[in-house]
């Protein structure tokens, strides 16, 4: 009885002190929001040139964005289909997997996908990416040739790249199509019944056609499975949850996510009865494996159901989830962190404390 009393005091004690954090926290909320509107009137009114206020405001939020994590970001209503094409695997553009490379300080192509505008205009992997029109690509990272690569579906742009293995500079033209990025790009049975299953990406239905793959090589008689998540980026928890599923029992916790809402924490289990938990697993990573492959690789590893073999992954272990806003915009907000069976929660950087 004395303990209660104790603890209903200690709580009483606390209230007040409570109280006024949220209170101090509020004040600074509203003081600070106070301040942006009349700086930006202020600008509105007085500044020598007239203001886009688009920009200039949607400059303002992207910088108070970046100071937080690189995956909370805005998308206005022009940009929106960005979003929609990071969340289903779509978009209209050439078809290719771009990358930086170190050596050469350039944007180069990695991999033309078959059947696609790269390939099927010429391009092969290593081409260095000169310029897009008459745009030069020079000094350019990644994410902004890839923004010129897309565009609206029949629209055409001019290619200039250099191939290494000859020397030679080439012009071609490109003309960009509606692209669903081929997330299970090759499987396939080794001699040695070793099966191999590539995942590039965890978009809608991986884990469906991941399913068939696998049942498609055990048909043929498969001793063992290399999944190959190298170089995949993550997508969908929901789907790397499915892909585990295959191989462990039914009813077991394999991720946990929690945040500073209630609403935000979920436990994702197991909810059916696996195809295979004897088959042996090898699954490959290396330093661009994040998010839902890390969560793949974690839990088949925390669960001793494979032997994860590579370099040092990416260590992402934040969840975003998308929000709409005014004026058909939309954001993607990290809400919580994610932990695998172990308790461990991959993700590498501290933020709040990285600058």
Do not use: W
């Amino acid at each position: 009885m004395r303990k209660q009393l104790i603890c209903v005091l200690l709580a009483v004690g606390l209230m007040p002190a409570m109280a006024q954090k949220d209170k101090d926290h509020n004040f600074e909320v509203a003081k600070n929001m106070e301040v942006f509107t009349a700086i930006y009137k202020n600008l509105d009114m007085m500044y020598v040139d007239t203001l886009n206020a688009g920009e200039v405001i949607g400059n303002g939020i992207n910088a108070m964005l970046r100071s937080l994590d690189p995956y909370t970001e805005y998308y206005p209503e022009n940009k929106v289909k960005e979003l929609d094409r990071m969340l289903t695997g779509k978009y209209a553009g050439v078809g290719a997997l771009i990358r930086y490379n170190q050596q050469l300080k350039r944007v180069v192509v990695d991999e033309p996908y078959e059947n696609m505008p790269a390939a099927e205009a010429g391009l092969k992997k290593g081409d260095i990416i000169l310029s897009i029109d008459d745009s030069t690509m020079a000094d350019k990272d990644v994410a902004y040739v890839s923004s010129r690569l897309r565009g609206e579906p029949g629209t055409s742009f001019i290619l200039k790249v250099k191939r290494p293995s000859t020397g030679k500079t080439m012009r071609m033209k490109v003309t960009r199509r509606s692209i669903q990025l081929p997330y299970l790009p090759y499987y396939g049975l080794q001699e040695n019944g070793v099966g191999y299953i590539n995942l590039n990406a965890f978009t809608v239905n991986s884990a469906r056609d991941v399913r068939r793959a696998f049942l498609d090589m055990r048909r043929q008689g498969m001793k063992g499975l290399v999944l190959d998540l190298r170089n995949n980026g993550g997508g969908s928890l929901q789907e790397a949850v499915d892909i585990v599923n295959m191989f462990v029992p039914k009813g077991i916790v394999l991720v946990q996510t929690r945040g500073k809402m209630t609403r935000v924490n979920k436990d994702y289990k197991t909810t059916v009865e696996p195809i295979d938990t004897l088959m042996p697993i090898v699954v490959l990573v290396n330093g661009n494996t994040a998010s839902s492959s890390e969560i793949t690789a974690g839990s088949l590893q925390d669960l001793d159901r494979a032997v994860v073999l590579g370099t040092r992954t990416y260590g992402k272990g934040l969840v975003q989830m998308p929000m709409d806003l005014p004026y058909n915009g939309q954001m993607k907000l990290t809400t919580s962190k994610y932990y695998i069976p172990s308790g461990r929660c991959i993700q590498a950087i501290n933020y709040r404390h990285a600058r």
